[in-house]
Structure formats: structure tokens, C-alpha cells
């Protein structure tokens, strides 16, 4: 049976995810992750309002916790991260610090871009993560990083996080296109939660089969129930392995959803773009939930091991939040200059400065040819 | 003294770039060929290999990201665009992206990508294959603007931008790519912002972007003969625009006329004008005078296009009709 939102939800409860066959760290690290990623989230969205510190638009990541944190666990530090908007749990996922998120979400000096970007268009390239708001704009520059590395003979690869509404835009299909033409270290990671905003993938798409699609290209593709968080990791796993082995690109289509509205966090269920059941389903089965579930029954988690895990998280967030509220605003002397790079320094060092010469106007203008 | 056209001038560039520095790549669309667009990537392929010098699909938009990505791990792409109309299709690259990589990275990650835009111009290019749009990338922060005229400024401000930390974009006018002059062998520089200027006439300043400033130096030549002396000054890049010669040229002549290639309406001629006015308007001898292209899209047939494309004819007429009104 062919994975889709509407075969997932029409199966009932998931039942299949499986703690066995994995390290006991690894597990412990998955779950980790998305307990933070989600205290994270909710304490943003509980601070938000009517503080209205916090003033750009924010793409909170409830419900979609267990793509990064699988990818937490593969991507090494000199790898590639390229994300669009909903981009909190890649951002952590590079191991990007806290305190930089948020104060940069606060407009601060101290934020990841000194108040330049907020949340959506956040970057860090000390950690080589690159977010972007543009739907579809960042998978081409990740194909493009994934040249750059195979043609400086690196191991590392470029990840691309997206949503399937990247694979609304032609640029997305010519960026897929070129991956596999020149066999690019990329892997495409695909968050399918169903909607783009408020309008769902069929009312988008005319067929609900972007993994065959992408496949007709010439690139692996794995569909797989994004909120199994063992399952998500092995598959990233699998496939960060074989790219970075040079053997091509490969597409990761995770079935997930999200539990917030799309932006900010304002719910937006009074639009009515979703049925409640719909919601229901993926609420009973959470990543966190389901991984959580298996760790009790395994003695891997107990209530007082997660009460320090919590005790611990907790603390960084409170940090980070006071760390941002109490860090300064930025300020501009040049405007101009901020768009421009002071730096000629190569330039300096390899090319002489020019002296006038005389040009003749009485030449005859170039017909133009063919080529 | 060493002649090259402008196109082996561009061909000479990229070579030399290229060897100086193993991170130069050169992107675009029949690159590797032997015509290798209009001559100016001829041998490149042969020289450098199929890993530098890349055929890339029609997938103008793709290219520039990945230009942009590749530029991320150090590396220095250059695009080139057979016809600047083809490039429409990179415009979210380019806008959202290329432009705004440092600004919305607090300066620490630049994206040193060099884009070559070819425009054409006659033999019926039409609508479709005679935009020049330079006004329009130069009203975009972020973006290094270059229209060089000469041989000589061309493999200056390419060089300057491939070795430049800033995405620059290197508008070239077909019409100029036979015509020459002298090119000296080492890599040089021409910078950005730094207009030239021909001639020390005070009656005039002419003020010329790219194509038009062969039409305006056979301009001022005919002036002479009214006894009019006029100075030329060809911008060379626009962005960022060396508004300090500009107004330099103008408080000595106290007149100016702008020769734009470009559409009339909302160009860099309405910039350039205020620039000069900014400062310099209660001391013009005349209200400005700007020659364009009419706020037409390009038409195809031969009388049409001579109607169409400012010549040194009817620039000189426009002048001394100004002048006599004046």
C-alpha cells in the first residue's frame, strides 16, 4: 500500500515504532531532542503574547519534532544545512546554540544575525546552517553547495529540509534535476505535512505522488511515516550515508503534520481548512508520544530520568529567553555599507589599478550573429 | 600598443581569472563550445576542464542558486547569460537571495558570484532579445553593477568582480563586442564606482552608460564643429554610481545631457539627473536633457529599430534643439 496522508490516517493508530536493533544514546538523544524542540516551541508560543517582544513572524514546529531530530544524529558539523521557513528544529539540529535563536527572534545585536533576519530567514555560518523564507529558494543553493564540495573532493554533504510545497515551484524540479545530472552529495528531505499554509497538497498538486515524481528524475527516493522517530533516523541514516559515498543524490519524503496554525502562535483553525479529526489522528500519534511509549516499556526512560532531562532543558530555555530580553538592539551607522562587503583584499593582492586609455568611437558597431 | 575587441577582451579575463585563482568556475548555457558566446569563453572548456567550465541546463533560475551555494564552500562563479532576457527567470535568485546573502547574514557569509549578462541589440533581436535592464539591478541593494564600453574596462571590472567579495552583475552590450582597444596583458582592475571621462570641454557634460557612450563621443566630435566643447563621461558602472565625478563634470559645464540605453521612464537617467540636481540645480545654465530609448518594448524590423535606437544623428539634433530653446 502506497504511503500517503490519507492511507496513514485511514490505518489508525501507528503501531510499528521499534526501539530494538538501535543504541541505547542514540534513542535517548532522539527523544531528547524533540522534548526540547517541543518545550522550546510552546515556551516561545506561551511568551509571544501580549509580551509582543518576540516581533517577526515565527513557523513553530509542534508535531514535526522527529525529522531534526534524526537529523541531529547524522549531520556532522562541516556538513551543509539549507532550510525554509519552519526551520527552529533544523537550526537546533546543527547543534546551532539557543540563546542565538532567540535573541535573534527578539531583534537583538546578540541574535544569530543581529536582528537582521528573525526566525524565518535565520543563518548561522559558523555552523554552516542557511534558512531562507523563500518556498523552494534554498534546495537550489543546497545543490549548488553539494557542487561545490564534490568538485573540492569534500566528504561532506548538503541537506536540504523543505516542505512539499517546495515541489509546487519549477525551480525546485530544475534544481532536482541538476543533483542528479552532475551525481551531487545532496540529500532532499521532504516534511510533508499536508499543507501550505491552508491549501492542501491535492488542491496544489495533480497527484499525490511526489516521491514517484522526484524518482522519475533519476533520484532514490524513501517514503516513510515522519513521526516514527527510530524509523526517520535510520533512513537519514541510510541515506547521509550513501550520498556522502558519492553515490548521488537522494529524496526523503517524511509523512509528518504540524499542530499550530502555520504562522505565529495564533491558531488558525478558524479558517477551517482542516478537519478536527484530521488534527485528532496526528495529536494521538506524536512522534514524541510513540518513541516515548517504547522507552517506558523498555525501562530506557523512567519519570525520573526525564524529570532531570526536563529540569535541564528547562533551564536553558529560561537562559536563553534572559539572555535575549536583556541583550542589546541593534544599531546602523551606514545602511549602505551593511549590504556590501568591506573586504577587497584578493582583489588587492592579484590585480594592478588601471590607467585611462584612449578609445576610438569611430569603429563600427558589432552586427549581431547567431552565436 | 596591444588591441583586443571587447569580446577577446572578456576571453582574456576569464583565462587569466581563472588561472589565478582554482575557484573561478564559469556556469552557463553552449559555454563549452567552440563559438563559446560571441566568442568570449572560447578555449575555456579545453583549458580548464569539464568540472570549471559547465554547459549548464536552460535552468537559469537553478544555476544561480547553485551559484550562490557554491560560492558558500569559496568557491567564485561566473554566469553567463547568452541574452539578459533569459536571466528573467533567476530573478528570485538573484532578489531574494543573491542580493540580500550578506545583509540578512549580519555580514558573515558573502556570496561572490559574478553574472554576465549579454544584450542584444539589431539585426531584429525584438522585444524578447534586446533588454538591457541595468536600471532595474541597480536599484537593488546588494548587487555591484557594471556597463563597461570598452575592451579596456570590460576585463577590468570582470576581474574586479570575480575577485571581489560582492555578487556583481556585468551587463554587455552585443554591439560593442568588435570594437577595440588597447588591453594591457597583466590582470588589472577597473573599480567600481569610478566613472571616466573623455575630453575637457566646459560647455557640455555629456553624461553615457555603456552603448551610447560611442555614440556620445562621436557626438561631442560634431559639437566641435557648432562650437560647442563638451566633456564625456561614461559612468562604467552603476552601482555603486560615482555620483562625485558626475556632479564634478557638471559644476564645471553647468549643462548636462544623460545618453541612457535603456527605457525612459523610471531608469537610471531619472537617477542620474537627480543626483546632479541634488546639488548642482541652482547653478545649471539649462534644464537637463535625457536621450533613452522610448518607453517601448524593442520592435523587430530593420526601419522600426532605426527609429527606435538613439544614433549619434539624433542625439546631436535633440542637443541643438536644447541648446537653441535654452
Known amino acids: ?371 | 600598443m596591444r588591441e583586443l575587441t571587447f569580446a577577446e577582451s572578456i576571453n582574456e579575463a576569464l583565462f587569466q581569472v581563472m588561472d589565478l585563482s582554482n575557484e573561478v568556475l564559469v556556469l552557463g548555457q553552449l559555454v563549452d563550445y567552440q563559438p563559446g558566446v560571441f566568442g568570449t569563453t572560447t578555449g575555456l572548456f579545453e583549458k580548464f576542464g569539464k568540472e570549471r567550465v559547465r554547459d549548464f541546463p536552460v535552468s537559469e533560475s537553478a544555476m544561480t542558486s547553485a551559484a550562490i551555494g557554491a560560492s558558500l564552500v569559496g568557491l567564485r562563479p561566473v554566469l553567463v547569460h547568452q541574452r539578459l532576457d533569459f536571466m528573467m527567470y533567476s530573478l528570485d535568485a538573484i532578489v531574494n537571495w543573491l542580493s540580500l546573502w550578506r545583509f540578512k547574514s549580519n555580514g558573515e557569509s558573502g556570496a561572490p558570484v559574478t553574472i554576465r549578462a549579454v544584450v542584444g541589440k539589431g539585426w531584429g533581436q525584438g522585444p524578447q532579445h534586446s533588454k538591457s535592464l541595468h536600471s532595474w539591478f541597480a536599484h537593488l541593494p546588494g548587487l555591484r553593477v557594471a556597463v563597461p564600453a570598452t575592451a579596456y574596462d570590460v576585463k577590468g571590472l570582470l576581474m574586479e568582480s570575480i575577485l571581489g567579495e560582492d555578487p556583481a552583475i556585468i551587463i554587455e552590450n552585443r554591439s560593442l563586442f568588435s570594437m577595440k582597444t588597447h588591453v594591457p596583458e597583466d590582470p588589472y582592475r577597473v573599480r567600481f564606482g569610478q566613472a571616466c571621462i573623455f575630453g575637457k570641454g566646459t560647455d557640455l557634460s555629456i553624461i553615457c552608460i555603456g552603448v551610447m557612450v560611442p555614440v556620445a563621443l562621436r557626438v561631442a566630435a560634431m559639437l566641435v564643429e557648432k562650437d560647442i566643447r563638451a566633456q564625456v563621461v561614461d559612468l562604467r558602472s552603476l552601482s555603486p554610481l560615482d555620483k562625485e565625478r558626475i556632479c564634478e563634470s557638471v559644476a564645471q559645464t553647468r549643462r548636462f545631457v544623460v545618453l541612457d540605453p535603456g527605457w525612459e521612464a523610471f531608469g537610471a537617467s531619472g537617477e542620474i539627473i537627480s543626483v546632479v540636481c541634488e546639488e548642482l540645480a541652482g547653478e545649471l545654465e539649462a534644464n537637463p536633457l535625457r536621450v533613452c530609448l522610448p518607453n517601448s518594448h524593442t520592435p523587430m524590423s530593420s526601419a522600426l529599430e532605426a527609429m527606435y535606437y538613439p544614433t549619434e544623428d539624433t542625439v546631436l539634433q535633440r542637443i541643438l534643439e536644447w541648446l537653441n530653446i535654452n
Not at chain 1, 188 to 207: D, G, I, M
Open chain 1, 1 to 371: 500500500m502506497k504511503l500517503s496522508h490519507e492511507t496513514i490516517v485511514q490505518s489508525g493508530p501507528y503501531s510499528e515504532v521499534s526501539i530494538e536493533g538501535f543504541d541505547k544514546e542514540t534513542v535517548l538523544k532522539l527523544y531528547e531532542f524533540m522534548v526540547r524542540l517541543r518545550r522550546c516551541e510552546k515556551a516561545l508560543m506561551q511568551e509571544y503574547h501580549p509580551a509582543d517582544e518576540i516581533r517577526c513572524p515565527v513557523h513553530f514546529t509542534v508535531g514535526q519534532e522527529s525529522v531534526s531530530a534524526g537529523l541531529s544524529q547524522i549531520l556532522k558539523e562541516s556538513d551543509y544545512m539549507f532550510s525554509h521557513h519552519r526551520l527552529h528544529g533544523y537550526f537546533l539540529a546543527k547543534k546551532a546554540p539557543m540563546r542565538a535563536l532567540f535573541a535573534e527572534m527578539y531583534g537583538r545585536e546578540t541574535g544569530a544575525n543581529g536582528g537582521k533576519a528573525g526566525s524565518q530567514d535565520i543563518s548561522m555560518s559558523s555552523v554552516n546552517f542557511f534558512g531562507g523564507a523563500i518556498v523552494a529558494g534554498t534546495v537550489g543553493i543546497a545543490v549548488g553547495t553539494a557542487m561545490g564540495l564534490k568538485i573540492k573532493g569534500s566528504s561532506s554533504i548538503a541537506v536540504t529540509g523543505f516542505g512539499e510545497g517546495a515541489a509546487d515551484e519549477g525551480a525546485f524540479w530544475e534544481a532536482v534535476n541538476y543533483a542528479v545530472l552532475s551525481r551531487l552529495p545532496v540529500l532532499f528531505v521532504c516534511e510533508n505535512n499536508l499543507y501550505a499554509t491552508f491549501s492542501p497538497q491535492h488542491k496544489r498538486q495533480a497527484r499525490d505522488n511526489l516521491s514517484a515524481r522526484v524518482g522519475a528524475f533519476g533520484v532514490e527516493t524513501h517514503s516513510i511515516f515522519g513521526n516514527d522517530a527510530t524509523a526517520v533516523y535510520d533512513t537519514l541514516a541510510y541515506a547521509a550515508e550513501k550520498v556522502r559515498s558519492g553515490k548521488g543524490p537522494i529524496f526523503i519524503e517524511a509523512y509528518t503534520y504540524r499542530w499550530n496554525g502555520h504562522v505565529g502562535p495564533e491558531g488558525d483553525d478558524d479558517v477551517g481548512y482542516r478537519p478536527a479529526a484530521e488534527l485528532k489522528y496526528w495529536k494521538q500519534n506524536c512522534p514524541i508520544h510513540l518513541l516515548e511509549k517504547k522507552m517506558y516499556e523498555a525501562g530506557l526512560i523512567t519519570d525520573e530520568i526525564l524529570d532531570v532531562m526536563l529540569e535541564k532543558i528547562d533551564a536553558e530555555i529560561a537562559d536563553a529567553f534572559a539572555f535575549a530580553k536583556s541583550s542589546p538592539f541593534p544599531d546602523v551607522e551606514d545602511w549602505e555599507r551593511m549590504n556590501y562587503s568591506p573586504d577587497e583584499s584578493l582583489a588587492d593582492r592579484l590585480l594592478l589599478d588601471a590607467k585611462p586609455v584612449d578609445f576610438d568611437q569611430y569603429q563600427e558597431f558589432a552586427i549581431p550573429k547567431p552565436y
